[in-house]
Nanobody, 123 residues
Framework: QVQLVESGGGFVRAGNSLRLSCLYS????????VAWFRRAPGKEREFVGA????????YYADSVAGRFTVSRDRTIRTVFLQMNSLKTGDTAVYYC????????????????WGQGTQVTVSS
């Protein structure tokens, strides 16, 4: 069983940066991934980026590539989402999730979810 707790959300002006944290407990799947998703009001849940549990290789959605970075600090069991050059379209609830397999981008492939943290970007 894996438990995830996100933090770091808040209000920010467009163009600025924000860093989200996902503290995990329990054992991550050996070949799995820890990902960030987001859900904007009235929209479907969207894959943002992820990091491999054993490789630390990252992959991203096209909409955030070059602006967002996923990283992990194993010593404190935390995965980060560094968000730079934020846009109003990045406003959403951001979720941390864990999948059994690396490379997946579909929400249904993820077995464990956090409660989410709200990010609001104003113009």
């Amino acid at each position: 069983q894996v438990q995830l707790v996100e933090s770091g959300g808040g209000f920010v002006r467009a163009g600025n940066s924000l860093r989200l944290s996902c503290l995990y407990s329990g054992r991550l799947p050996d070949n799995g991934a820890v990902a960030w998703f987001r859900r904007a009001p009235g929209k479907e849940r969207e894959f943002v980026g992820a990091i491999g549990r054993s490789t630390d290789i990252t992959y991203y959605a096209d909409s955030v590539a070059g602006r967002f970075t996923v990283s992990r600090d194993r010593t404190i069991r935390t995965v980060f989402l560094q968000m730079n050059s934020l846009k109003t379209g990045d406003t959403a609830v951001y979720y941390c999730a864990v999948a059994q397999r690396f490379g997946v981008r579909v929400a249904d492939e993820y077995d464990y979810w956090g409660q989410g943290t709200q990010v609001t970007v104003s113009s």
